[in-house]
């Protein structure tokens, strides 16, 4: 069995056709960041409401995470249980999961809750750098 269909299993998560292709692309793409239309578009197989469905099962599992930026929110593999940092390009406008950041939520006044909590830095990747 294969280590799309292990993850999916071990979240108690049945194997679909949708499910495994999307997670698929995730762990093809290591730590780069799809906005839903990203998604969609490549998926073109599915209809909409199953790539939306898909992505939210594989986000209340814990498979992927999300992060919003400028552009809207982004899904991504979740290789970390901890809160990570992002990198969002500004020439070619990718965002990116650094595993290496680590990001405590704030501490916050009595009878507040955090709900989500996201560090994206900006600036210009590797890839944008070298050109």
């Known amino acids: 069995m294969n280590e799309t269909r292990e993850r999916l299993k071990s979240q108690g998560l049945r194997i679909t056709p949708c499910r495994e292709a999307l997670?698929?692309?995730?762990?093809?793409?290591g730590g780069a960041a799809f906005s839903?239309?990203?998604?969609?578009k490549k998926f073109v197989e599915f209809d909409r409401a199953t790539v939306f469905r898909t992505l939210k099962t594989l986000?209340?599992?814990?498979?992927v995470h999300k992060t919003t930026d400028d552009d809207g929110v982004r899904y991504a593999l979740t290789r970390l249980a901890?809160?990570?940092a992002h990198f969002k390009c500004t020439e070619c406008g990718t965002?990116?999961?650094?595993?290496?950041v680590v990001v405590r939520p704030p501490v916050l006044?009595?009878?507040?809750?955090?709900?989500h909590f996201d560090f994206v830095?900006?600036?210009t990747c590797g890839q944008c750098t070298r050109r």
């Open 23 to 29: 997670l698929d692309f995730f762990y093809a793409h």
């Open 36 to 40: 839903f239309a990203d998604v969609e």
């Open 59 to 63: 986000l209340e599992s814990g498979l």
């Open 82 to 84: 901890e809160t990570h």
């Open 95 to 100: 965002t990116t999961c650094i595993d290496s």
């Open 109 to 115: 006044p009595e009878g507040f809750f955090v709900e």
């Open 121 to 123: 830095a900006t600036g």
